[in-house]
């Protein structure tokens, strides 16, 4: 398993993005019982570059963003 991905282009322009912005394409939301709550938090995967986003739904508003997990910092 590959800890650390290269993300793709749509996944690096989703970075950091509001989580209003919609998924792009290539993302899949994971299983929602894999997250304690989903109603703060969703789990998406990308079936491209295998990227695994949290789009996080509560909490201040400027914490409200896609969080990339599992993406090196080069
Ligand atoms: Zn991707």
């Known amino acids: 398993m590959d800890l650390w991905i290269q993300p ?3 996944c690096a322009d989703l970075y950091g993005q509001p989580s209003t912005a ?3 394409r290539d993302l899949t939301l994971n299983g929602v ?3 304690k709550d989903a109603r703060a938090e969703e789990h998406y995967t990308c079936i491209r570059c295998r990227a695994v986003f ?3 739904l509560a909490g201040p508003p ?3 963003i896609w969080l990339l997990l599992n993406a090196g910092q080069h």
Do not use: E, F
């Open 33 to 35: 019982g894999a997250v």
């Open 22 to 24: 919609t998924p792009h």
């Open 62 to 64: 400027t914490r409200q």
């Open 8 to 10: 793709c282009a749509l």
């Open 54 to 56: 949290a789009r996080i």
